[in-house]
């Protein structure tokens, strides 16, 4: 998918995906608990969230807990639950009144189930709302996500009688967690580290990355906005040579 174009101005991301890291040693720098981190970080998101909004970006994905997170101590994973739960408790009107449809991707089959009650609830009170797609990430995987919906996918070649043969991108991708979403034109790293940690890796393929050593608690609008111009510098050629982007021919996947 091309930047989100709009004459005379720098190219836009219509999507972009953040890896919010770096909340624990931002709590050690103040001599405070990881928690502490983790709150400030969740004040970054709700930033976040009203920046993209107003930069008229229109799909967001933050990843909030992979399912690696669950080898994190008991009490820090707990923790982080219920810093979910204030979320959605606290934070779900002003959302659904600024037009924001918030979905949850990820295995939610294995969180309490309370919250995946709140997430039904928050999902379904928003879902008609177009100004912003925020995705937020809890207990995902790329890894899983491809296996989720390779299952889907062969599941459904059989109940049409088809040859497993014909299991094509295509098909896997109609059944990841963001397939009626484009993928990510932008990826955000905060926290220095230059990794994927398993977060979207199938629709990643083509996306622009942009790490930053900034402390996710510390990133705010100034730091999306390096983000953004940094962007709009790329040449994003898909396979084709800078030339044939420069004769015009549509740089898309
Ligand atoms: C990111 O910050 C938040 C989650 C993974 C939930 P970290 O908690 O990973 O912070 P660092 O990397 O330890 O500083
Ligand atoms: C990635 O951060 C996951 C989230 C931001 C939710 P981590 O802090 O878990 O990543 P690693 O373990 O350093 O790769
Ligand atoms: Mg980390």
Known sequence: MPGHEIPGSIP???HIAIIMDGNGRWAYRQHLPRVAGHRRGAEVVREMVQACAENGIPHLTLFAFSTENWRRPPL???????????????????????GVRLRIVGDRDSLEPDL???????ESLTAGNRRLHLNLAVNYGGRWDIVQASRKAVLELRAAGEDPGHLSEERIAAHLSLADTPNPDLLIRTGGEQRISNFLVWQLAYTEFYFTDTLWPDFGRESLEVALRSFGQRQRRFGRTGDQILDGSCASE
Request: charged letters at 40%.
């Open 12 to 14: 836009r991301p219509k």
């Open 76 to 98: 820090e994973v707990r923790l982080l639950m219920n810093l979910f739960r204030l979320l959605l408790r606290r934070e779900i009107r002003k959302l659904h009144d600024n």
């Open 116 to 122: 995946q009650e709140m997430i039904r609830g928050a």
